[in-house]
């Protein structure tokens, strides 16, 4: 399978393209810099460019089967913006499959049920600045033609892989506090071939 990663540089990206490597996979990654990439391997395809460059997303997206998303939101608009080229270039090229990585913010509260985490008291957060990112990216693809799904940890740290972990659709799974990066990266690299979750919003923790 050809896939094209996204945030390839980060905690998340890096681990995705570990495991699509070793299973195989064709990769292909967009970044910025590209000696931040120190993987040596005949399957992996190395694009300079930006994500925020809609013809170098372009460029990406020729020949690739399915998208992973693991950009993170860095305190600007990228995540948003950027995902307005990403599904316009996956729409031209008749790509339908995305998974991208959010965050628990933008499941819906069990306290609250009409909002969503970030919104209610059950977010503990003081910046909501992250998920109202990911919101945006949340309704844009809700109104694209995509078969997406936004895999959305709690607490992410770097941690060890368990191999074990509670997934619930769009919720929290209860009590869930925390998921390691690597335990994060399985599940949404599994997320390439299985149909579980397609359109969904997937709650992630141990």
Sequence with gaps: MNILILGATGRVGSQIVTYALHDKHHVTVLVRNPEKIQINNQNLTIIQGN?????????????????I??????????LSESMLFIIEAMENEGIQRIITIGTA?????????????YQSSESKRK??????????????????????????PTY??????????RIERDFLPEGGAEISVPDTAEFTFKQIEASDYKKSRVGIAY
Excluded: F
């Design 156 to 165: 992410l740290p770097d941690g060890e892989r368990v191999g074990r972990y």
């Design 51 to 67: 994500v925020l460059n809609k013809d170098d997303i372009v460029r990406a997206m020729h020949g690739i089967d399915v998208v």
């Design 127 to 152: 910046s909501t600045r992250a998920a109202e990112e990911h919101h945006k990216v949340y309704e844009l693809l809700k109104q694209s033609i995509l078969d997406w799904t936004i895999v959305c």
């Design 69 to 78: 998303s693991a950009l993170n939101t860095d305190g600007t608009t990228t």
């Design 105 to 117: 913010g933008i499941l819906q509260s069990r306290t609250t049920p009409n909002l969503l985490r």
